[in-house]
């Protein structure tokens, strides 16, 4: 080894198929001054085979993305920004790059401190790593010219559109943050187009880059095809004009149809217009045809009607037939075709409708229509509509048949019968027959059985059911139904309660001459009849015996009270379901004297 085999030594790997070279750097820094405070970078350009593992150390301890460092590499250039110089940021920084053939490392920055300031390498000049791009905008929107910058800092970035510079209004917004610059222009016109400049300058030096924008315009129309009537066999011609950012891509439709030119049909373009002839035209080419104008903008559209002349008729007929609800209306609708003007007239029975509060009569958009309001049975019958223009003539028809929904005029009510009996629940039904009926208890269909009947004579509705029990205690519901509705009846049916006593009378003492009361709390079946026995006679009111029942509650007042009033009593509660008593005795003490009196 000897001192002039001083120097960089690489290996290259070679094969067939490619080669791998080590890292290394193209670019460093050299010394600058940067105050405390402020937020250097430090960067590095590496040159090589990727891809690279980037790496830096401050003092030989390895530094990552955090807070106080920002770590990036993109397009071959390592940096490292520090957050907020401090004096303990002093010290060597080291980056270190590594790829498959090897690493390198390089010192791109050693700090000297002083009190205030630390001092670093040459700031780097500004240099784009990601360029402007020509933009396509259209017309009236806005755009954004955006571009990546890299350098030292502090940085100015200017933007320039040919040689004026452009600075934040309402038209243009500029904005430059952490290596990103963009410039965006709102309310695009055509004024707008042209070269944009982005300027990058710092101390080191500046650099910069270009743009074209292209604003393109949609298509509009500056003449528009017009709807025409014509006879048939004639050439129809229909012309477009148009503007808008050339080449312009121009169609044509008859409904949704695109046509093409031949036979009957032809289609000449230019570059600002457009024209469709129509030869020999018939009734089947009336319809709406549209004119489509495209180019990379957007698109247009433009329509016109051509109506050929021919006789009335009817493209949509009358329904045969029309099944309509007693006070409701009645809507009979036909579609007409035809050249206008048309004549509409309708007829029932062979009379001629005229408008009126009963019938409206509307023909628009070829829809004609006749309305029949608060419709009733006698508006039942045949209803033609007749179409006629200076051609010819059609007619349709459709019978109307007017029905009445059922409805009940006598319902049956929630009642209470006794065990064993037979039970007829009976309404009576009016409306347009048939009807039919349906039977439910407790939400259970009821069939005609041993147990049941179902009968309809006329317009009488009944349900019989045979000797009512506990099972048969329940909601029944008749339901009536015809073509155009139904009615609901509900009731309740119950078994009658035999009476019942809730609070019996109570055995009683009194002295001669005093007032005592029984009283029986009761429920049950209503009527339910209470009377009073002494000894199994009947207890008859007079002035000093008072008997009531009210809110079940009966009550025996017995005043003035004698040796004859001592006994046993019964209270008698009786409905049609049952009897039942209940008893008390009356005990009756002699007079109390003073003592001394006896």
Not at 242 to 261: A, I, S
Not at 337 to 353: A, S, V, Y
Not at 412 to 435: A, H, I, N, W
Not at 466 to 486: H, K, L, P
Request: charge should be negative; proline fraction near 5%.
């Amino acid at each position: 080894m000897k001192v002039d085999d001083t120097g960089t030594y690489s290996c290259e790997a070679v094969n067939e198929v490619g080669s791998d070279k080590p890292p290394s750097f193209v670019r460093t820094l050299e010394p600058a001054e940067l105050v405390k405070g402020t937020k250097p970078i430090l960067q590095c350009e590496v040159a090589g085979t990727g891809p690279f593992e980037i790496s830096w150390y401050k003092d030989k301890k390895q530094i990552r993305s955090s807070k106080k460092y920002r770590v990036t590499f993109d397009h071959g250039l390592a940096t490292l920004q520090i957050t907020g110089v401090q004096l303990s940021s002093g010290g060597k920084y080291t980056c270190v790059a590594e790829n498959d053939a090897g690493s390198h490392a390089v010192i791109p920055a050693v700090s000297h401190l002083r009190e205030g300031e630390i001092s670093f390498y040459r700031t780097l000049p500004p240099f784009f790593t990601k360029p402007l791009k020509n933009i396509d905008s259209i017309i009236s929107t806005s755009c954004r010219l955006e571009c990546k910058i890299s350098g030292s800092l502090p940085m100015t970035v200017s933007w320039f559109k040919q040689d004026t510079e452009i600075t934040s209004s309402a038209k243009y917004t500029v904005h430059f943050a952490e290596g990103s610059a963009s410039l965006e222009i709102k309310h695009l016109d055509t004024n707008d187009a042209g070269v944009y400049i982005c300027r990058a300058t710092n101390s080191a030096g500046s650099k910069e880059s270009s743009s074209t924008l292209f604003i393109k315009e949609p298509p509009s129309f500056t003449v528009e095809p017009e709807s025409q009537d014509v006879l048939p066999a004639s050439t129809v011609h229909f012309k477009g004009m148009f503007k808008g950012t050339t080449p312009l891509t121009v169609k044509w439709f008859k409904g949704d149809t695109e046509l093409v030119t031949g036979g009957a049909c032809y289609i000449m373009t230019e570059a600002l217009a457009s024209y469709l002839e129509l030869y020999a035209v018939k009734p089947a080419d009336s319809g709406k045809y549209t004119c489509k104008v495209s180019n990379v903008a957007g698109s247009v559209t433009c329509s016109a009607n051509l109506f050929v002349k021919e006789p009335a008729a009817f493209k949509e007929k009358l329904e045969p037939t029309h099944l309509i609800k007693k006070g409701g209306y009645a809507e009979l609708t036909c579609e007409v075709t035809g050249t206008p003007e048309i004549k509409i007239t309708w007829f029932k029975d062979d009379r001629e409708l005229k408008e009126s509060d009963k019938y409206r009569i509307s023909f628009t958009k070829s829809l004609a229509i006749l309305r029949v309001s608060e419709v009733d049975t006698e508006d039942s019958g045949e209803y033609i509509c007749e179409a006629k223009n200076d051609a010819g003539k059609d007619i349709c028809s459709s019978v109307v048949t007017v029905k009445e929904s059922p409805y009940f005029s006598k319902e049956f009510q929630s009642m209470e019968v006794l065990k064993d009996s037979d039970v007829v629940l009976e309404c009576e039904v009016l409306g347009t027959p048939p009807f039919e009926v349906f039977w439910v208890k407790d939400d259970k269909p009821v069939r005609s059985s041993k147990k049941h009947r179902i009968s309809i004579e006329k317009s009488l509705v009944s349900l019989h059911v045979f000797r009512f029990d506990a099972s048969d205690v329940g909601e029944y519901q008749c339901r009536v139904t015809n073509d155009v509705g139904s009615c609901l009846c509900r009731s309740e049916v119950t078994l009658k309660e035999p009476p019942q006593f809730l609070k019996k009378i109570e055995n009683i003492s009194s002295l001669r001459g005093g007032t005592v009361v029984f009283q029986a709390a009761i429920k049950g079946s209503l009527p339910i009849t209470v009377s009073w026995l002494k000894d199994n006679d009947e207890v008859i009111e007079d002035n000093n015996i008072k008997m009531t029942f009210v809110n079940n509650v009966a009550t025996l007042m017995v005043r003035s009270i004698e040796l004859k009033h001592d006994g046993k009593y019964f209270c008698q509660a009786k409905n049609e379901a049952g009897i039942q008593r209940c008893s008390a005795l009356l005990t009756v003490k002699g007079w109390s004297y003073p003592e001394g009196l006896q």
